[in-house]
Antibody, heavy 120, light 114 residues
Framework: EVQLLESGGGLVQPGGSLRLSCAASGFTFSSHAMSWVRQAPGKGLEWVSV????????FYADSVKGRFTISRDNSRNTLHLQMNSLRAEDTAIYYCAKNVGYNPQYFDFWGLGTLVTVSS | DIVMSQSPDSLAVSLGERATINCKSS????????????LAWYQQKPGQPPKLLLY???TRESGVPDRFSGSGSGTDFTLTISSLQAEDVAVYYCQQYYTTPPHAFGGGTKVEIK
């Protein structure tokens, strides 16, 4: 059974940092691209970042480029998102999502999400 | 970047009736070499993460009831719920994966019971 468990969310002041983690199980982690998708309160879905399977490449949304860094540890089946210089508009539920296959395509499984609140 | 738009923003449908949601991409997401449309549909119920319903525009994910169907090609797509059930109350999103980055989502369509 596929499981994705996010952690690391919380309340942070503007300009601060947080590191999100996603623990994966139930599938061959290294064979799948993995993404972060966020959802601001009462809003729609916004793709944030993707890391291809086996560490090939990464991409970021323009809204987070230069501030967020995605990483993965295939030995520990874990995905991370380092978020720096946080802004109020980064407030959202952050979902870890499993892409189908090595390259980014559609998302066939999502975690429950972790809430990040950026506020003074 | 490809921009995805959905219509309507919300709709109310009687139980057992048909619900139709439209999704439009700013450029074609049909890949000519394999004749596949790079479009997925997701369902998000209140307080839950999104759930994959359809991919390649019309292929149902395992376990998804056959009252959910997808159609369209190129730039215009439709998600149809043939006979709305109470458990189908949710927000529905389309998403293109023709180009990366970004994986653009539509703005969502909220489906309610009339």
């Amino acid at each position: 059974e596929v499981q994705l468990l996010e952690s690391g969310g919380g309340l942070v002041q503007p300009g601060g940092s947080l590191r999100l983690s996603c623990a994966a199980s139930g599938f061959t982690f290294s064979s799948h691209a993995m993404s972060w998708v966020r959802q601001a309160p009462g809003k729609g879905l916004e793709w944030v970042s993707v890391f291809s399977g086996s560490g090939g490449y990464t991409f970021y949304a323009d809204s987070v480029k230069g501030r967020f860094t995605i990483s993965r540890d295939n030995s520990r089946n874990t995905l991370h998102l380092q978020m720096n210089s946080l802004r109020a508009e980064d407030t959202a539920i952050y979902y870890c999502a499993k892409n189908v296959g090595y390259n980014p395509q559609y998302f066939d499984f999502w975690g429950l999400g972790t809430l990040v609140t950026v506020s003074s | 970047d490809i921009v995805m738009s959905q219509s309507p923003d919300s709709l109310a449908v009687s139980l057992g009736e048909r619900a139709t949601i439209n999704c439009k991409s700013s450029q074609s997401i049909l890949y000519s070499s394999n004749n596949k449309n790079y479009l997925a549909w997701y369902q998000q119920k209140p307080g839950q993460p999104p759930k994959l319903l359809l991919y390649w525009a019309s292929t149902r994910e395992s376990g998804v009831p056959d009252r959910f169907s997808g159609s369209g090609s190129g730039t215009d797509f439709t998600l149809t719920i043939s006979s709305l059930q109470a458990e189908d109350v949710a927000v529905y999103y389309c998403q293109q994966y023709y180009t990366t980055p970004p994986h653009a989502f539509g703005g969502g369509t909220k489906v309610e019971i009339k």
